[in-house]
């Protein structure tokens, strides 16, 4: 029993957290906070299959998230709405509830598949041409979203709200939240139990020792394909949720920037360690929201004192001064991130006897 | 039938010959060497033979079927095993976890089991873990199961590759220089070693060394090459008193 502690008071304090936004007692804006703190720890964690434990630098992530969130939403249009765009809804609106997972399996099932796409060319090299061609990637992806108008273009695509709606039609629950926490449950489990396998180890493999992997009998091309497929999934499903947690897929959501903030929460938390990066995208998040007040205060702040001019206003294009600037900050005095390699057990080991993940 | 019959293998690298006309026959069970000076071309015949070079021309026969333009995940599948040159282990993995790795040609489940943890996967996975701890105890290992190979002494290294060689239940075992950074008294261990492995385990073993001790005394048969060609073969005895192998050893004027 004692080992389930820690397993326990996690079901509760998502149980509670749902609760309590059910109950209406969280601010719209914190309820928002959180669930963008579970999509964004499903994002850095698959992003951390490639980059932390295959040792690949893949820089073009969100791309998938693209994919991934755009299936979603055409998806959730096509099954439960009716709309000009695929006519009469697929499923009456009250299978809502029920039906989602295939919105979601479907989003992840599509995001995999462009993972493979983009996986069979770049395998064939390593490295900073990988990470090339993940860039590429990803402005590829974009780019065709933002040319077909059928989906908005770059005016964006929305339609999924209908989907969250019909939910709530059904029990009056915060939906979104829920599914995003499932979310994260499923992604911790997915990477958990591949990397505690013999065969996803064939991962960590090909990362310390590509020859070694491939003379001891490891198919490396197609263990590569494979992390990478799960990646992008992964990737998806943060997509999807994003889409539907913000009822809208606008293109310039997924670009570069986005990828960025991705590397950012790993190399944070630390590659390869999964209560690293989550620790790192719940930091991650929180301060990027906190700007949006520090940024103010720090313009008021320094107006007061006379150290800008009159003229001028800090405004939020500074965030993009600061996250990169604590990369930066981040590579020179802590490179291995929190963590470094290792999980949360390792470094405090006493942790173990209150938890069991299998 | 041979074991391993290798016929006219050439391998260029741009303008260089690295091997040329290359043939070589290995019978079950036999203890076999390949010298020569720095340089000759030993290392390139292993990579040929365990996958990482497509040899330009010829052909490598492993146990009745041709090997060469198989890939090495392949070739280990069929029974080939090799130790490096410089020590290869996975060095953030447990020494367990190496040897468990060894079985991955034989892993006997899927993505999904792994993920839904099927009856299937516990059952491979209980298996894989059994053969891993063998290969441990055979090799005298167990007690450092757990630790990272990283953090072990040079010659303990040694020997993890070569269990992990040997988890792999290989009917050829290719060793590239075993001795290689090892004291006149553990040379003796591993000559010890290895002729302990050949008989237990029923393999072949083709080993290329520079510590002529070592070759002596565990080889049949030699075969040196010396730029890319094949300048002698025959038994220990022969090898030592061949002049061209001397030649190529002290050279021209020396004599």
Redesign the interface.
Known sequence: MQRYAINILLCAAALILVGLAHAGKLDGYVLHVITLIGINCIFALSLNLVNGYMGEFSCGHAGFMCVGALTGALLSVALFTDSTLFGTAIFASHWAPFLFPLVLIGAMITAALAGLIVALPSFKTRDDYLAIITIAANLIIISIFNNIDAIGGPRGFLGQQQTINAMSNFIKLPWMLIWTLIGVFICVI?IR??MT??????V??VC??E??????????NRVKI?AFMVSSGLAGLAGVLYAHHIDYVNPKSFDLLKSTEGLVMVYLGGMGSITGVLMAAVAFTLLVESLRFIIPMLNNGLHSIGLLPESYHLDQKWAWVFIPLMLILLMRFRPEGFLG?RELTHVFPRLKRWITL? | MPLLKISGLTQRFGGIQALSDFSFQLEEHEIVGLIGPNGAGKTTVFNIV?G?YKPTEGKVVFNGRRINGL???QI??LGM??T?QNI??????TVL?NM????????G?S?WS??F?TQR?RRA?KN?ENQAREALEMMELTDYAEELPKNLPYGLQRRVELA??LA?KPRLLLLDEPAAGLNSSDADDLIHFIRWIHDEFKLSIWMIEHQMKVVMSLCQHLTVIDFGCTIASGTPEEIRNNPDVIKAYLGDDTL
């Open positions: 997915v139990r591949l396998s013999t065969y996803g180890k064939g960590s493999a310390q020792n020859v070694a992997a491939e003379m001891m009998g490891v198919n490396t494979m390699n299998k | 365990s990482f890939k090495p995940h280990t599948a095993a090799r490096f290869r282990l996975w060095n953030n993995m976890d468990r790795l060894a079985r991955y040609a034989w892993l489940y993505f792994a993920i943890r996967y996975e894989i992990r060689a792999s």
